[in-house]
């Protein structure tokens, strides 16, 4: 198994920028971890992902604004979110795949709102 556990969010201005973190623990090996959002409304989406080797991919909305990194040592995933917009307030969840386990992990959540 894998539990995951967010920290950071909050409440920043458009155009600033904000740090989420994630922790990993469990006995199951992760092979792929990152975040998803679900605004209001709206289905939950893929953000971001990084696999084990650093490899990266991210969601044309977020692209040059955020930034994903891994510390497979610390288990632990962050994302750098900068020039944020109204349209990035949302429950970010830390997500992590087990290749181990052959299925996928969601945290808690973490709410983020873009607001003036």
């Known amino acids: 198994q894998v539990q995951l556990v967010e920290s950071g969010g909050g409440l920043v201005q458009p155009g600033g920028s904000l740090g989420l973190s994630c922790a990993a623990s469990?006995?199951?090996?992760?092979?792929?971890m990152g975040w998803d959002r679900q605004a209001p409304g709206k289905q939950r989406e893929l953000v971001a992902r990084v696999g084990s080797g650093g490899t990266t991919y991210y969601t044309d909305s977020v692209k040059g604004r955020f930034t994903i990194s891994r510390d497979n040592a610390k288990n632990t995933v962050t994302l750098q979110m900068n020039n944020l917009k109204p349209e990035d307030t949302a429950v970010y969840y830390c997500?992590?795949?087990?290749?181990?386990?052959?299925?996928?992990?969601w945290g808690q959540g973490t709410q983020v709102t873009v607001s003036s």
């Open positions: 997500y992590a795949y087990s290749a181990t386990m052959s299925r996928n992990y």
């Open positions: 469990g006995s199951a090996s992760i092979y792929v």
